[in-house]
């Protein structure tokens, strides 16, 4: 089982529709998770972080199952411009706090 | 404004040569990385450096070499064992080790001719 393993994708959604990204990781010492976007040929940037409790920003919502160890991201509305490349990425401490990357699922949002 | 500075941001080279790629940031981050991507993997730890004068070999350091003679500087060689070294490069730094929030250099692009 791979370390990091998300959605394959591609999405391709119309303006306006709600999508869901899923991740699971192997690790059961992963203690910090994240939800990164990348644009076509640009750098990662942080979307945001996961915790327990599962958190929202704005259209985002992301969840944690630690028992299932699976995280989410749910995006509502979504725009022409959330078209990018979203990686999961799992942190655990007990490898020196290394964080571990996901392949990343694309998103296509069409007008 | 503070950031992380890769260059160059498009490399070409032949086979046997060695190359270094310059990464600069004024973030006042300890920590640094070095990352590689190729077309549909995730990133793919190649060194990290917690504080100057240290660092450590990730999952896939071979055919690589860095330094960290500066806080701000963290510069990658690719060797010429480096067997297959087309790929887009990323730095990243953080504040501290293990918050998860890296931030990152543009790339660099390189290609083996």
């Known amino acids: 089982r791979k370390e990091v393993e998300q959605d394959p994708g591609p999405f391709n959604v119309p303006e306006g529709a709600t999508v869901a990204f899923n991740c699971t990781y192997s690790?059961?010492?992963?203690?910090?998770f994240f939800w990164y976007r990348q644009d076509c040929r640009k750098e990662p940037k942080l979307l945001m972080s996961v915790y327990s409790s599962g958190n929202e920003d704005g259209r985002f919502t992301a969840q944690l199952n630690r028992a299932s160890q699976y995280i989410s991201l749910l995006i509502r509305d979504s725009k022409l411009s959330d078209s990018a490349t979203y990686l999961c990425v799992v942190e655990a401490w007990g490898s020196n706090y290394k964080l571990t990357f996901g392949k990343g699922t694309l998103l296509t949002v069409n007008p | 404004d503070g950031g992380i500075t890769q260059s160059p941001k498009y490399l070409f080279r032949k086979e046997g040569q060695n190359v270094t790629l310059s990464c600069e940031q004024n973030?006042?981050?300890?920590?640094m990385y070095w990352y590689r991507q190729d077309p549909g993997q995730g990133l793919r730890l190649i060194y990290y450096?917690?504080?100057?004068?240290?660092?450590q070999k990730g999952d896939i350091a071979e055919g690589y070499s860095v330094s960290r003679e500066k806080k701000e500087s963290f510069p990658l060689t690719v060797t010429s064992a480096q067997k297959n070294p087309t790929a887009f490069y990323l730095c990243a730094s953080s504040g501290r080790y293990g918050t998860g929030e890296l931030f990152f250099g543009e790339g660099s692009r390189l290609t083996v001719l």
């Open positions: 450096s917690q504080i100057v004068n240290d660092f």
């Open positions: 690790n059961s010492a992963s203690q910090s």
């Open positions: 973030l006042n981050h300890d920590a």
